[in-house]
C-alpha cells in the first residue's frame, strides 16, 4: 500500500511538496502517478514518470508549475508544486502501475489521498 504525505492549506503562488512512499519498498519498481480529484470533478492525472527509463507525463494544466522526481534509494517519489492556484485544490493521490496509463483505472496499487487547499 502506498501513502502519500505532504499535502495542507496554502496562498495562491505558493508551493507545497508531496511525498509518496510505501512499506514494501517496492516503488523503484513501478511507474508511480499522481492523480488529483477536485469536489464534482474527474480525477484527472496529474504527473507520471516511468521505472524503466525515467520518461514522464505532465498534465497540460500544470506544465511549468509541477516537477515529479523520484529518489530509488529512499523509496520515495515526489510532486513539487509551485505557483499553486485555486484550481489545483483537489485531494491528491499516488498510484503504481507497470507503465505510463492516462486513466486511473489502469492503476492497481494507491494510497490515501492528501488534501491540498489553495486559498487566500
Avoid: H
Avoid at 101 to 115: A, I, L, V
Wanted: charged content about 15%; glycine content about 8%; aromatic content about 12%.
Amino acid at each position: 500500500q502506498l501513502q502519500a504525505s505532504g499535502g495542507g492549506l496554502v496562498q495562491p503562488g505558493g508551493s507545497l511538496r508531496l511525498s509518496c512512499t510505501d512499506s514494501f519498498s517496492n516503488l523503484p519498481y513501478y511507474t508511480i502517478a499522481w492523480f488529483r480529484q477536485a469536489p464534482g470533478k474527474e480525477r484527472e492525472a496529474v504527473l507520471c514518470v516511468s521505472n524503466s527509463d525515467g520518461s514522464t507525463y505532465y498534465a497540460d494544466s500544470v506544465k511549468g508549475r509541477f516537477t515529479i522526481s523520484r529518489d530509488n534509494a529512499k523509496n520515495t517519489v515526489c510532486l513539487q508544486m509551485n505557483d499553486l492556484s485555486p484550481a489545483d485544490t483537489a485531494v491528491y493521490s499516488c498510484a503504481a502501475a507497470d507503465t505510463i496509463y492516462r486513466n486511473w483505472y489502469e492503476y492497481k496499487y494507491w494510497g490515501q489521498g492528501t488534501q491540498v487547499t489553495v486559498s487566500s
